[in-house]
């Protein structure tokens, strides 16, 4: 499953949400979107793992806090 995970921190990294994912289970990849031109996180990215595992991640993260912001995590719609 795809997830969306928005109202990031500008400061987490990739391998930090990862590690915070894998709690539940294998994370399969992760990407936090960035500016073109500056290369800063624009706050918000994706992150895909197996269903069941993306579905309790999702339970349990969405609205917890990292680095002193709450995340929204849902599962991504496609374009």
Known sequence: MNMYIGN???RVKENQL???LATYGAVNSVKII???ETGKS???G???MED???RQAI???NGSE???REMVIREATQK
């Open 34 to 36: 960035k500016d073109r």
């Open 18 to 20: 990862e590690e915070v």
């Open 66 to 68: 990292l680095m002193g």
């Open 8 to 10: 990031l921190n500008y």
């Open 42 to 44: 624009k706050g918000f």
């Open 59 to 61: 339970l349990a993260l």
């Open 46 to 48: 994706f992150a895909e």
């Open 52 to 54: 069941a595992e993306a």
